[in-house]
Protein backbone atom coordinates (compact mmCIF):
# COMPACT_ATOMS: atom_id res chain seq x y z
CA UNK A 1 0.00 0.00 0.00
CA UNK A 2 1.55 3.42 -0.65
CA UNK A 3 0.19 7.03 0.34
CA UNK A 4 0.89 9.81 -0.70
CA UNK A 5 0.72 12.59 1.63
CA UNK A 6 1.17 16.46 0.20
CA UNK A 7 0.61 20.07 1.41
CA UNK A 8 -2.67 21.68 0.00
CA UNK A 9 -1.48 25.39 0.67
CA UNK A 10 1.32 26.99 0.56
CA UNK A 11 3.09 24.70 3.26
CA UNK A 12 3.93 24.36 6.49
CA UNK A 13 0.33 22.90 6.62
CA UNK A 14 1.34 20.14 9.32
CA UNK A 15 2.36 17.89 7.36
CA UNK A 16 4.97 16.51 9.86
CA UNK A 17 2.48 15.83 12.57
CA UNK A 18 0.53 13.58 9.96
CA UNK A 19 3.10 11.77 8.73
CA UNK A 20 4.43 10.76 12.29
CA UNK A 21 0.36 10.24 13.08
CA UNK A 22 0.70 8.11 10.18
CA UNK A 23 4.13 7.08 10.34
CA UNK A 24 3.37 4.49 13.13
CA UNK A 25 1.91 2.06 10.61
CA UNK A 26 4.39 2.64 8.09
CA UNK A 27 7.41 0.47 7.05
CA UNK A 28 8.49 2.65 4.75
CA UNK A 29 8.78 6.98 4.48
CA UNK A 30 10.05 8.88 1.87
CA UNK A 31 11.14 12.37 1.38
CA UNK A 32 11.30 12.74 -2.73
CA UNK A 33 11.20 16.57 -3.19
CA UNK A 34 13.07 19.60 -1.81
CA UNK A 35 15.43 20.04 0.67
CA UNK A 36 16.15 21.65 3.87
CA UNK A 37 14.06 24.84 2.86
CA UNK A 38 11.75 22.29 4.87
CA UNK A 39 10.77 22.48 8.15
CA UNK A 40 8.48 19.91 9.49
CA UNK A 41 7.29 19.65 13.29
CA UNK A 42 6.66 16.66 15.32
CA UNK A 43 5.59 17.45 18.71
CA UNK A 44 6.00 13.64 21.23
CA UNK A 45 6.26 13.35 24.70
CA UNK A 46 6.57 16.52 25.47
CA UNK A 47 9.56 17.18 22.91
CA UNK A 48 9.59 19.18 19.99
CA UNK A 49 11.46 17.62 16.70
CA UNK A 50 12.34 20.51 14.16
CA UNK A 51 12.86 18.36 10.78
CA UNK A 52 13.99 19.35 7.63
CA UNK A 53 15.00 16.87 5.38
CA UNK A 54 15.42 13.51 7.67
CA UNK A 55 11.97 11.93 6.85
CA UNK A 56 9.26 12.82 9.93
CA UNK A 57 8.53 8.92 10.37
CA UNK A 58 12.41 8.38 12.31
CA UNK A 59 10.80 8.98 15.41
CA UNK A 60 9.83 5.16 15.21
CA UNK A 61 12.69 2.58 15.70
CA UNK A 62 12.65 0.09 12.87
CA UNK A 63 11.19 2.62 9.82
CA UNK A 64 12.93 3.20 6.65
CA UNK A 65 13.31 6.85 5.92
CA UNK A 66 14.55 7.43 2.33
CA UNK A 67 15.91 10.78 1.43
CA UNK A 68 14.64 9.95 -2.76
CA UNK A 69 15.72 10.81 -5.95
CA UNK A 70 14.22 14.62 -6.18
CA UNK A 71 15.80 15.55 -2.97
CA UNK A 72 18.21 17.87 -2.83
CA UNK A 73 21.08 17.25 0.02
CA UNK A 74 23.17 19.76 2.17
CA UNK A 75 25.52 17.26 3.63
CA UNK A 76 26.66 19.96 6.37
CA UNK A 77 23.17 21.01 7.44
CA UNK A 78 21.75 16.77 7.14
CA UNK A 79 24.80 16.11 9.43
CA UNK A 80 23.53 18.88 11.97
CA UNK A 81 20.34 17.72 11.73
CA UNK A 82 21.08 14.07 12.06
CA UNK A 83 23.22 14.70 15.03
CA UNK A 84 20.66 16.91 16.44
CA UNK A 85 18.45 13.76 15.79
CA UNK A 86 20.69 11.27 17.62
CA UNK A 87 20.81 13.08 20.47
CA UNK A 88 17.33 12.64 21.48
CA UNK A 89 17.92 9.21 21.34
CA UNK A 90 16.80 8.65 18.03
CA UNK A 91 18.29 5.69 15.85
CA UNK A 92 19.85 6.89 12.62
CA UNK A 93 20.06 3.10 11.51
CA UNK A 94 16.70 3.54 9.31
CA UNK A 95 18.01 6.45 7.23
CA UNK A 96 18.83 6.13 3.41
CA UNK A 97 19.99 8.79 1.20
CA UNK A 98 19.22 8.02 -2.72
CA UNK A 99 22.07 7.85 -5.25
CA UNK A 100 20.97 10.07 -7.66
CA UNK A 101 19.72 12.83 -4.92
CA UNK A 102 21.36 16.26 -6.18
CA UNK A 103 23.92 17.95 -3.64
CA UNK A 104 23.23 21.51 -2.16
CA UNK A 105 26.81 22.97 -2.88
CA UNK A 106 28.25 26.49 -0.79
CA UNK A 107 28.21 28.15 -4.22
CA UNK A 108 24.58 27.40 -4.50
CA UNK A 109 23.81 29.58 -1.19
CA UNK A 110 26.08 31.86 -2.00
CA UNK A 111 23.79 32.58 -5.61
CA UNK A 112 20.40 32.35 -3.95
CA UNK A 113 21.73 35.22 -1.86
CA UNK A 114 23.21 36.98 -4.70
CA UNK A 115 19.68 36.51 -7.00
CA UNK A 116 17.66 37.73 -4.26
CA UNK A 117 19.60 41.13 -3.30
CA UNK A 118 19.84 41.59 -7.21
CA UNK A 119 16.06 41.36 -7.62
CA UNK A 120 15.58 43.63 -4.79
CA UNK A 121 11.89 44.54 -3.85
CA UNK A 122 10.95 41.78 -6.67
CA UNK A 123 12.81 38.81 -4.36
CA UNK A 124 11.03 35.62 -3.97
CA UNK A 125 11.89 35.57 -0.33
CA UNK A 126 13.73 32.00 -0.60
CA UNK A 127 14.24 30.54 2.55
CA UNK A 128 18.48 31.09 1.42
CA UNK A 129 19.00 27.86 1.54
CA UNK A 130 20.50 27.10 -2.14
CA UNK A 131 17.55 25.29 -3.23
CA UNK A 132 16.27 26.94 -6.62
CA UNK A 133 19.82 27.40 -7.22
CA UNK A 134 20.40 23.68 -7.10
CA UNK A 135 17.83 22.66 -8.79
CA UNK A 136 19.02 24.84 -11.72
CA UNK A 137 22.02 22.61 -11.79
CA UNK A 138 19.92 19.81 -11.73
CA UNK A 139 18.02 21.33 -15.26
CA UNK A 140 21.31 22.34 -16.74
CA UNK A 141 23.08 18.47 -15.79
CA UNK A 142 25.86 19.89 -14.53
CA UNK A 143 24.52 18.81 -10.63
CA UNK A 144 26.73 17.17 -8.65
CA UNK A 145 25.00 13.88 -6.97
CA UNK A 146 25.18 11.91 -4.05
CA UNK A 147 26.57 8.84 -6.10
CA UNK A 148 29.20 11.48 -6.72
CA UNK A 149 29.89 12.70 -3.74
CA UNK A 150 30.88 9.26 -1.93
CA UNK A 151 33.47 8.98 -4.70
CA UNK A 152 36.63 10.82 -3.59
CA UNK A 153 38.09 10.86 -7.44
CA UNK A 154 34.54 12.44 -9.31
CA UNK A 155 33.50 14.67 -6.62
CA UNK A 156 37.43 16.42 -7.11
CA UNK A 157 37.05 16.50 -10.20
CA UNK A 158 33.29 18.04 -10.42
CA UNK A 159 33.82 20.29 -7.83
CA UNK A 160 37.15 21.75 -9.56
CA UNK A 161 35.03 22.49 -12.85
CA UNK A 162 31.84 23.59 -10.72
CA UNK A 163 33.93 26.32 -8.66
CA UNK A 164 35.76 27.66 -12.22
CA UNK A 165 32.23 27.80 -13.45
CA UNK A 166 30.66 29.48 -10.78
CA UNK A 167 33.09 32.10 -10.23
CA UNK A 168 32.79 33.01 -14.08
CA UNK A 169 28.84 33.22 -13.34
CA UNK A 170 28.91 34.82 -10.01
CA UNK A 171 31.74 37.42 -11.27
CA UNK A 172 29.66 37.64 -14.85
CA UNK A 173 26.22 37.83 -13.14
CA UNK A 174 27.04 39.90 -9.42
CA UNK A 175 30.03 41.74 -10.19
CA UNK A 176 34.23 41.13 -9.60
CA UNK A 177 33.91 42.63 -5.81
CA UNK A 178 30.44 40.48 -4.86
CA UNK A 179 32.53 37.16 -5.76
CA UNK A 180 35.83 38.50 -3.62
CA UNK A 181 33.83 39.63 -0.73
CA UNK A 182 32.42 35.45 -0.81
CA UNK A 183 35.47 33.79 -2.22
CA UNK A 184 36.41 32.05 1.19
CA UNK A 185 33.22 30.38 0.63
CA UNK A 186 34.11 28.81 -2.62
CA UNK A 187 37.38 27.60 -1.76
CA UNK A 188 38.34 24.44 -3.35
CA UNK A 189 41.02 23.11 -0.45
CA UNK A 190 38.06 24.05 2.03
CA UNK A 191 35.10 22.65 0.34
CA UNK A 192 37.02 18.96 -0.62
CA UNK A 193 37.53 19.19 3.03
CA UNK A 194 34.44 19.32 4.47
CA UNK A 195 32.30 17.41 1.66
CA UNK A 196 34.91 14.74 2.15
CA UNK A 197 34.34 14.12 5.92
CA UNK A 198 30.57 14.64 5.19
CA UNK A 199 30.87 11.83 2.36
CA UNK A 200 32.58 9.59 5.00
CA UNK A 201 30.03 9.98 7.25
CA UNK A 202 26.83 9.77 4.92
CA UNK A 203 28.00 6.71 2.64
CA UNK A 204 26.68 3.53 4.98
CA UNK A 205 23.37 5.37 4.04
CA UNK A 206 23.37 5.44 0.36
CA UNK A 207 20.26 3.52 -1.88
CA UNK A 208 18.38 3.34 -4.44
CA UNK A 209 15.38 4.07 -2.84
CA UNK A 210 13.01 3.39 -5.63
CA UNK A 211 13.89 -0.30 -5.28
CA UNK A 212 13.09 -0.45 -1.41
CA UNK A 213 9.71 0.90 -2.57
CA UNK A 214 9.02 -1.29 -5.11
CA UNK A 215 10.05 -4.02 -2.99
CA UNK A 216 8.45 -2.76 -0.10
CA UNK A 217 5.10 -2.22 -1.83
CA UNK A 218 5.46 -5.64 -3.42
CA UNK A 219 5.72 -7.39 -0.56
CA UNK A 220 2.76 -5.61 1.22
CA UNK A 221 4.52 -3.34 3.21
CA UNK A 222 3.28 -0.03 3.58
CA UNK A 223 5.08 3.05 2.18
CA UNK A 224 4.20 7.23 2.56
CA UNK A 225 5.30 9.34 0.95
CA UNK A 226 5.78 12.66 3.07
CA UNK A 227 5.26 15.80 0.92
CA UNK A 228 7.63 18.77 1.60
CA UNK A 229 6.33 22.44 0.78
CA UNK A 230 2.95 22.61 -0.77
CA UNK A 231 0.95 22.58 -3.70
CA UNK A 232 0.98 26.79 -4.39
CA UNK A 233 4.46 25.89 -4.00
CA UNK A 234 4.66 23.91 -6.93
CA UNK A 235 6.80 24.83 -9.38
CA UNK A 236 4.04 24.01 -12.56
CA UNK A 237 0.88 24.30 -10.68
CA UNK A 238 1.78 26.89 -7.92
CA UNK A 239 2.30 30.65 -7.52
CA UNK A 240 4.73 31.08 -10.47
CA UNK A 241 7.22 32.77 -10.24
CA UNK A 242 6.96 33.18 -6.10
CA UNK A 243 7.51 29.19 -6.03
CA UNK A 244 9.97 26.55 -4.78
CA UNK A 245 12.07 24.76 -7.49
CA UNK A 246 10.26 21.50 -7.24
CA UNK A 247 7.21 19.41 -7.65
CA UNK A 248 5.74 19.39 -3.91
CA UNK A 249 2.40 17.76 -5.99
CA UNK A 250 1.46 13.98 -5.52
CA UNK A 251 2.64 13.78 -9.22
CA UNK A 252 5.87 14.71 -7.77
CA UNK A 253 6.41 12.06 -6.12
CA UNK A 254 6.26 9.84 -9.37
CA UNK A 255 8.90 11.31 -11.03
CA UNK A 256 10.91 11.69 -8.55
CA UNK A 257 10.41 9.56 -5.70
CA UNK A 258 10.78 6.77 -9.04
CA UNK A 259 7.04 5.44 -8.26
CA UNK A 260 4.54 4.79 -10.94
CA UNK A 261 1.04 6.14 -10.36
CA UNK A 262 -0.92 3.13 -10.65
CA UNK A 263 0.83 1.82 -7.71
CA UNK A 264 0.03 4.54 -5.17
CA UNK A 265 -3.51 3.90 -3.37
CA UNK A 266 -4.33 7.22 -1.51
CA UNK A 267 -3.43 11.14 -2.04
CA UNK A 268 -4.06 12.56 1.27
CA UNK A 269 -3.73 16.41 1.26
CA UNK A 270 -2.78 18.48 4.66
CA UNK A 271 -4.06 22.20 5.58
CA UNK A 272 -5.16 24.18 8.20
CA UNK A 273 -8.44 25.92 8.63
CA UNK A 274 -6.79 28.86 7.78
CA UNK A 275 -4.24 29.91 4.95
CA UNK A 276 -0.68 31.00 5.65
CA UNK A 277 1.89 31.96 4.01
CA UNK A 278 5.71 33.06 3.92
CA UNK A 279 7.79 34.77 1.48
CA UNK A 280 6.19 36.60 -1.50
CA UNK A 281 3.53 36.03 -3.34
CA UNK A 282 0.23 37.13 -3.92
CA UNK A 283 -2.32 35.56 -1.23
CA UNK A 284 -6.27 36.55 -1.43
CA UNK A 285 -7.07 35.73 1.74
CA UNK A 286 -4.49 37.94 3.60
CA UNK A 287 -5.50 39.68 6.44
CA UNK A 288 -3.57 43.03 7.51
CA UNK A 289 -6.11 43.55 10.97
CA UNK A 290 -6.34 42.13 14.22
CA UNK A 291 -7.59 38.93 13.45
CA UNK A 292 -4.31 38.40 10.93
CA UNK A 293 -2.21 38.98 14.16
CA UNK A 294 -4.77 36.88 16.35
CA UNK A 295 -4.68 34.07 14.07
CA UNK A 296 -0.44 34.30 13.89
CA UNK A 297 -0.33 34.27 17.45
CA UNK A 298 -2.40 31.97 18.59
CA UNK A 299 -1.34 29.50 15.57
CA UNK A 300 2.44 30.35 16.65
CA UNK A 301 2.83 30.81 13.01
CA UNK A 302 6.43 31.52 12.68
CA UNK A 303 8.66 29.75 10.49
CA UNK A 304 10.49 26.56 11.59
CA UNK A 305 13.41 27.16 9.25
CA UNK A 306 13.78 30.62 8.36
CA UNK A 307 11.85 32.10 12.01
CA UNK A 308 9.69 34.72 9.98
CA UNK A 309 6.62 35.55 10.90
CA UNK A 310 3.70 33.99 8.58
CA UNK A 311 1.33 35.51 6.69
CA UNK A 312 -1.93 34.63 7.91
CA UNK A 313 -5.80 34.77 5.93
CA UNK A 314 -8.81 33.08 6.18
CA UNK A 315 -9.11 29.73 5.10
CA UNK A 316 -9.53 29.73 0.93
CA UNK A 317 -11.62 26.92 -0.35
CA UNK A 318 -10.73 28.06 -4.28
CA UNK A 319 -7.18 26.80 -3.32
CA UNK A 320 -8.35 23.55 -1.83
CA UNK A 321 -10.85 23.09 -4.75
CA UNK A 322 -7.59 23.11 -6.78
CA UNK A 323 -5.79 21.19 -4.25
CA UNK A 324 -8.19 18.83 -4.53
CA UNK A 325 -7.87 18.27 -8.68
CA UNK A 326 -4.43 18.68 -9.26
CA UNK A 327 -3.36 16.06 -6.73
CA UNK A 328 -6.25 13.81 -7.28
CA UNK A 329 -6.97 14.10 -3.33
CA UNK A 330 -9.04 11.00 -1.75
CA UNK A 331 -9.10 12.74 1.84
CA UNK A 332 -8.12 15.68 3.46
CA UNK A 333 -6.33 16.01 7.00
CA UNK A 334 -7.54 19.33 8.14
CA UNK A 335 -5.53 20.81 10.97
CA UNK A 336 -5.43 23.89 13.82
CA UNK A 337 -9.01 24.08 14.13
CA UNK A 338 -7.57 24.99 17.63
CA UNK A 339 -6.61 28.10 16.48
CA UNK A 340 -9.64 29.47 15.45
CA UNK A 341 -10.64 29.29 19.26
CA UNK A 342 -12.22 32.71 20.78
CA UNK A 343 -13.28 34.03 17.64
CA UNK A 344 -16.77 35.24 17.02
CA UNK A 345 -16.57 35.12 13.62
CA UNK A 346 -14.67 32.95 10.80
CA UNK A 347 -15.01 33.35 7.31
CA UNK A 348 -14.38 31.22 4.33
CA UNK A 349 -13.31 32.02 0.71
CA UNK A 350 -15.81 30.29 -1.66
CA UNK A 351 -15.13 32.27 -4.75
CA UNK A 352 -13.03 35.15 -6.51
CA UNK A 353 -14.91 38.19 -7.69
CA UNK A 354 -13.12 39.15 -10.78
CA UNK A 355 -14.53 42.63 -12.46
CA UNK A 356 -18.18 41.37 -11.41
CA UNK A 357 -17.82 37.35 -12.29
CA UNK A 358 -17.25 34.61 -9.82
CA UNK A 359 -15.00 32.68 -10.29
CA UNK A 360 -14.13 29.20 -8.77
CA UNK A 361 -11.44 27.73 -10.21
CA UNK A 362 -8.03 28.80 -8.77
CA UNK A 363 -6.08 31.24 -11.95
CA UNK A 364 -3.57 29.81 -14.33
CA UNK A 365 -1.55 33.30 -13.67
CA UNK A 366 -0.35 35.45 -10.77
CA UNK A 367 -1.45 38.45 -12.88
CA UNK A 368 -4.94 37.36 -12.79
CA UNK A 369 -4.86 36.35 -9.15
CA UNK A 370 -3.86 39.64 -8.45
CA UNK A 371 -7.28 40.76 -10.01
CA UNK A 372 -9.46 38.69 -7.40
CA UNK A 373 -11.12 39.90 -4.58
CA UNK A 374 -12.45 36.92 -2.30
CA UNK A 375 -16.09 35.90 -1.98
CA UNK A 376 -16.32 35.17 1.54
CA UNK A 377 -19.29 32.87 3.45
CA UNK A 378 -19.10 33.77 7.32
CA UNK A 379 -19.60 31.45 10.19
CA UNK A 380 -20.48 31.58 13.71
CA UNK A 381 -17.63 31.06 15.87
CA UNK A 382 -17.01 28.88 19.28
CA UNK A 383 -15.10 29.81 22.49
CA UNK A 384 -15.05 26.41 24.02
CA UNK A 385 -11.81 24.61 24.00
CA UNK A 386 -11.51 21.87 21.81
CA UNK A 387 -7.58 20.67 22.34
CA UNK A 388 -8.60 17.52 24.54
CA UNK A 389 -11.07 16.52 21.01
CA UNK A 390 -11.25 12.63 20.74
CA UNK A 391 -13.67 12.58 18.08
CA UNK A 392 -16.05 14.44 16.51
CA UNK A 393 -19.01 14.75 18.76
CA UNK A 394 -16.21 15.80 21.39
CA UNK A 395 -16.54 19.46 19.08
CA UNK A 396 -19.03 22.26 19.35
CA UNK A 397 -21.54 22.52 16.78
CA UNK A 398 -20.22 25.77 15.24
CA UNK A 399 -16.87 23.80 14.38
CA UNK A 400 -18.87 20.73 12.88
CA UNK A 401 -20.83 22.85 11.16
CA UNK A 402 -17.46 25.09 9.70
CA UNK A 403 -15.79 21.86 8.91
CA UNK A 404 -18.92 19.98 7.00
CA UNK A 405 -19.65 23.13 5.00
CA UNK A 406 -15.34 22.84 4.06
CA UNK A 407 -15.88 19.34 3.01
CA UNK A 408 -19.13 20.24 0.61
CA UNK A 409 -17.53 22.53 -1.13
CA UNK A 410 -14.27 20.89 -1.79
CA UNK A 411 -15.36 17.52 -2.81
CA UNK A 412 -13.52 15.59 -0.90
CA UNK A 413 -13.44 13.97 2.61
CA UNK A 414 -12.38 15.24 6.03
CA UNK A 415 -10.44 12.05 7.35
CA UNK A 416 -8.40 13.80 10.29
CA UNK A 417 -8.55 17.02 12.46
CA UNK A 418 -5.91 18.55 14.30
CA UNK A 419 -6.84 20.40 17.78
CA UNK A 420 -3.57 21.24 18.96
CA UNK A 421 0.45 19.98 18.36
CA UNK A 422 0.39 16.80 19.45
CA UNK A 423 0.67 13.65 18.04
CA UNK A 424 -1.89 13.00 20.12
CA UNK A 425 -4.32 16.19 19.54
CA UNK A 426 -5.31 14.73 16.03
CA UNK A 427 -8.63 12.22 15.48
CA UNK A 428 -9.61 10.15 12.24
CA UNK A 429 -12.72 11.31 11.32
CA UNK A 430 -14.69 9.01 8.38
CA UNK A 431 -15.63 12.29 6.67
CA UNK A 432 -17.98 15.26 8.31
CA UNK A 433 -21.85 16.05 7.48
CA UNK A 434 -24.49 17.10 8.87
P1 LIG B 1 4.86 21.36 8.04
O1 LIG B 1 5.95 22.10 7.37
O2 LIG B 1 3.68 21.15 7.14
O3 LIG B 1 5.29 20.07 8.68
O4 LIG B 1 4.32 22.31 9.21
P2 LIG B 1 5.23 23.16 10.24
O5 LIG B 1 5.82 22.25 11.23
O6 LIG B 1 6.13 24.07 9.49
O7 LIG B 1 4.13 24.10 10.88
C1 LIG B 1 2.98 23.59 11.51
C2 LIG B 1 2.97 24.09 12.95
O8 LIG B 1 1.68 23.86 13.51
C3 LIG B 1 3.94 23.37 13.86
O9 LIG B 1 4.36 24.26 14.86
C4 LIG B 1 3.09 22.25 14.44
O10 LIG B 1 3.57 21.80 15.71
C5 LIG B 1 1.78 22.96 14.61
N1 LIG B 1 0.55 22.12 14.51
C6 LIG B 1 0.31 21.05 13.70
N2 LIG B 1 -0.97 20.66 13.83
C7 LIG B 1 -1.54 21.48 14.74
C8 LIG B 1 -2.85 21.60 15.28
O11 LIG B 1 -3.78 20.86 14.93
N3 LIG B 1 -3.06 22.61 16.19
C9 LIG B 1 -2.07 23.46 16.57
N4 LIG B 1 -2.35 24.41 17.46
N5 LIG B 1 -0.82 23.37 16.08
C10 LIG B 1 -0.57 22.40 15.18
P1 LIG C 1 7.46 23.00 4.47
O1 LIG C 1 7.86 21.64 3.94
C1 LIG C 1 6.58 27.17 3.57
C2 LIG C 1 8.82 29.02 0.29
C3 LIG C 1 9.79 30.12 0.66
C4 LIG C 1 9.67 30.99 -0.58
C5 LIG C 1 9.56 29.96 -1.71
C6 LIG C 1 10.86 29.63 -2.41
O2 LIG C 1 7.95 23.29 5.82
O3 LIG C 1 6.00 23.23 4.27
P2 LIG C 1 12.99 28.20 -1.71
O4 LIG C 1 13.97 28.39 -0.57
O5 LIG C 1 12.31 26.89 -1.70
O6 LIG C 1 13.59 28.51 -3.04
O7 LIG C 1 11.87 29.33 -1.45
O8 LIG C 1 9.05 28.78 -1.10
N1 LIG C 1 9.02 27.73 0.99
C7 LIG C 1 8.23 27.30 1.99
N2 LIG C 1 7.18 27.89 2.60
N3 LIG C 1 6.95 25.92 3.91
C8 LIG C 1 7.96 25.29 3.29
O9 LIG C 1 8.29 24.00 3.51
C9 LIG C 1 8.69 26.00 2.29
N4 LIG C 1 9.74 25.71 1.51
C10 LIG C 1 9.93 26.77 0.71
O10 LIG C 1 9.38 30.80 1.82
O11 LIG C 1 8.49 31.73 -0.54
MG1 LIG D 1 7.10 23.82 7.63
Known amino acids: MITALAGAQWGDEGKGKIIDIMAAEADVVVRATGGNNAGHTVVSGGKTYKLHLVPSGILYDGTICCIGPGCVVDPLSLIKEMDEVNANGTSLNGLRIDYRAHIVMPYHLVIDELSELAKGAGDIGTTKKGIGPCYMDKAERVGIRFYDLIHPELFADKLRAALENKKKYIVGMFGESAYAERAALLDYDTILASYTAAADRLKQYAADTA ?224
Open 211 to 434: VIVYEANESGKNVLFEGAQGTLLDLDMGTYPYVTSSHPVTGGFCVSGGVGPTLINRCIGIAKCYTTRVGKGPFPTELFDETGDFIREAGAEYGVTTGRARRCGWLDLVILRYAVRVNGLTGIALNKLDTLTGLKEIKACVGYDIDGKTVRDFPADIHELEKCTPVYKSFAGWSEDITKAEKLSDLPAAAINYLAFIQKEIGCKIMLVGVGPDRKQSFPVDGVEI
